[in-house]
């Protein structure tokens, strides 16, 4: 008997997630022998909480549903579990959603990608013993990010002291070892990706595959105005992917003298050194076939 927990952010989707997941549980009924709904606080419990209690409570399924932020929240919990994810988006960019190829714009299709059962193991990322699902790495993330969202919606005073930090920035000198091979950059940015997009929806791995067992590395690196030019591009056209120099592996080391934060998912994990390595195939979600 399969039984499944809908996890729920009650504000995503403006506030309706709840009432598009109840909209479609006569078609997730048909497919599970029961389902529980129950909903993230502002608080507690989080995502990551109540993905634990499926676990502990011997559930097969957690359906998620909200942004990629509640998602993650609660991949977190289940990456080496038996417990597999279902996801309904419910988010504005929802980037492992789109790595997936998961309908994001229809609740009922993506509830019908979990009723056909369709069940794919993909890679997850780690590092600090953190793990991540989109990106991690270094550098003017947040800036020229920053930057380019508020060109987009027309705030100009936010887009020029984001640019006017950017600005400031200097490259650091850092040495990457890529699966064993030694290479030494001047970086202004650096992404460990595991999908194509992440962040606000930036392309910045075009054709990465979440489950083939290595992590895409992207380095931005010998000039601030470039790296601002294919970020905020990058930004202001989301069909543009983000363009820098390209490696794959399964192990990613950087060290720098300089003290550099690192991130994952948004999260900051620490200073350098740090080591980036891909989990294979260690979380169970229901999606379509890979094409």
Do not use: C
């Not at 209690?53 to 957690?62: L, P, T």
């Not at 934060?261 to 999260?267: L, N, Q, R, T």
């Amino acid at each position: 008997m399969t039984r499944a927990l809908a996890i729920v952010n009650p504000a995503a989707g403006g506030g309706t997630a709840r009432a598009d997941v109840d909209s479609v549980l006569e078609l997730l009924r048909e497919r599970f022998a029961s389902i529980d709904v129950v909903e993230t606080g502002l608080e507690h419990p989080t995502a990551t909480e109540l993905a634990e209690r499926a676990i502990a409570e011997r559930y097969d399924v957690a359906i998620v549903a909200g942004g990629d932020g509640t998602v993650g929240g609660a991949a977190r919990a289940l990456v080496g579990s038996d417990v597999t994810l279902g996801i309904l988006p419910f988010g504005t960019f929802m980037n492992i959603a789109r790595a997936l190829e998961i309908p994001r714009d229809d609740a009922r299709a993506a509830a019908d990608v979990i009723a056909r059962a369709t069940m794919r193991t993909i890679d997850v990322g780690e590092v600090g013993g953190k793990v991540f699902f989109e990106a991690a790495g270094i550098g003017l993330d947040a800036d020229a990010f920053n930057a380019g969202r508020a060109i987009k919606r027309g705030q100009r005073g936010i887009a020029l002291a984001a640019v006017g930090s950017l600005l400031r920035k200097r490259n650091a000198r850092v040495q990457i070892d890529i699966d064993g091979r030694v290479r030494s950059f001047r970086v202004l940015q650096a992404v460990v990706s595991n999908g194509p997009w992440y962040g606000w929806g930036f392309e910045v791995a075009p054709g990465a595959q979440v489950d083939d067992g290595q992590l895409d590395l992207v380095v931005f690196g010998d000039s601030k105005l470039r790296v601002l030019r294919e970020i905020v591009a990058a930004a202001i056209d989301r069909d543009r992917p983000a363009r820098g120099r390209r490696y794959r592996a399964k192990r990613i080391t950087f060290s720098g003298t300089t003290e550099l934060a690192v991130h994952a998912d948004g999260v900051v994990i620490g200073p350098l050194p740090q080591t980036f390595t891909v989990r294979p195939r260690a979380l169970r979600v229901y999606a379509p076939r890979a094409t």
